[in-house]
């Protein structure tokens, strides 16, 4: 009844192999058939996404314009690449190329088409400013008359006072709130089209809700992108908004701090709307809240009109911060892959004619062994091919042309696996041992050091991810997924394949050609240096004898080796005494 325990356990294990298989098919299937993308395109697909040297993509050429007109230097230059990559990273796609040219332009080439989401996260300069609020109004640009008749606000005239009456004390102080810069107000268009980025930092702005329904007179700056520490979206407890979650460095919490005192009593006071605090994204109004509470851990949120996206996009163009630089599309053209489906072709053929070498290697040293190294093999591809599907859709995921060499190079290691297993499987038959016990001793031994080595590929992969160039990430990335993967698949299905075929006549008793033939492995010893006496039926039999115990021999180590020739010597001695 023991004997049948671990047959139960490898059906069950084997079992659950199966339906990890059918639910990570079902986690694409959703995304195939189920969720959609905002264009109303499949959010996932059954063929893996392809990187931009093999698909193609888009390319955006961006034009740097600094504040002052004159050229941007290199160093500015190269801070907006990297502000840009990790913007696009973060939205999920991978394998973009994204460098500088020319002294002033930068290009990003993505692959696929690019969206519009993904074109404007690229460009927005992300430059947040923390404003007071001094007065707010509707966005009309016009009123009704005594007569009944809509007459718009006049241009304020230059003749009108645009100096304080007393020196403002604070960002909410109502003196900022000049004749002209009430006049300015009454007039501003919130459909025009301006570029309000570099206004003065130091004097009021007047700007509109990101949607045209109101537009504010606003303080000076009292905070900027700079002091962000971090920055997530999330959903508001109670009403269920999207919102994007700030946190403050300390300079940033002392003086938000201070702020929050400041509004909140203004509130108290009911002195509305000096009680608002408007965070401005690039000249636009994300929102406006009114302070309820003095806030002094540095962690404020955003509201505003935000889907999921739209907050997502916005706390990763905060985190990484403003871009030192604005920039205009000088070009955006679709273009055609850098290699080629020649180059994935070639690729493939490789990668075939490694797997036929693999299994003719296995097929000749183990003979129906090696078929269960195939087997395992093509489970491995099947989860490796299903679960590059779900990173396409889940994070972007591309391969690329280095992330098929990783691949192709994952046979070689998933291959190296079985045989550390097998061969240790063949040395406690050696050691005269069933091949049941041989298989479960076997096991024992090898895992420990597979997944030594295994741990150490894995390490190797994440180092390789995280110091490489961009074009080799795409290599460390799969080579660390299959090595992940190789683990999984010798555990849950290797292993307990050959805990069943060693329970079957053809393997558990050692045929010829099953690759557990004891004779052909030399297992002509009982124990440690302690040889079967060699019976000498018949000529081709002692011939097999005479080369399975050459091979033990071999196998012996300087201890067993010494320690038989004291037996033979002691038989010899015995002999002697006899005669």
Known sequence: MASSSPTRH??????????????????????VYVFKTDAGEPASSWAPELALDLQGGTQIILGAESPDGAAPTEDQLNQAAAIIRQRVDASGVAEADITTEGGRNIVVQIPGAADQATRDRIQASAKLELRPVILATDPATSFVGEDGQETAFPTPDDAMNATPTAEPTDGSDPNWATERRIAELQAYDCSAERDSTNAPEDEPLIACEENGSAKYLLGPVELDGTVIDDATAGREQQSGRWTVNLVFDAKGTEIFGEVSQRLNANRLAQQSPRDQFAFVLDGKVLSAPTMQAVILNGKPSISGNFTQESAKALADQLRYGALPLSFTVE?????????????????????????????????I??????????????VMGVLTYIVIAILAWRMGFRLSLAGVAGLIVSIGFTADSFIVYFERIRDELRDGKSIVAAVEDGWGRAKRTIYISKSINVLAAVVLYVLADATVKGFAFTLGLTTLIDVFIFVIFTHPVMQLLARTRFFGGGHKLSGLDPDALGAVYRGRAQFR?????????????????????KRQTIAERKRAEALAGSKDAGKDSDA
């Open 533 to 553: 006496d060699v019976r000498t039926g018949s000529s081709g039999r002692a011939a097999r004898n005479k080369g399975a115990r050459g091979e033990a021999e």
């Open 10 to 31: 490898a059906w069950r294990v084997l079992l659950g192999l199966l339906i990890v298989t059918a639910v990570l098919f079902g986690i694409n299937a959703l995304g």
């Open 331 to 363: 070009s955006s053209d679709t273009i055609s892959a850098t290699l080629g489906s020649q180059q994935l072709e070639i690729g493939l053929i490789t990668g075939l004619i490694g797997l036929g070498l693999v299994a003719l290697y296995s097929l």
């Open 365 to 378: 040293t183990y003979r129906a062994l090696g078929w269960v190294i195939m087997a395992s093999i093509g």
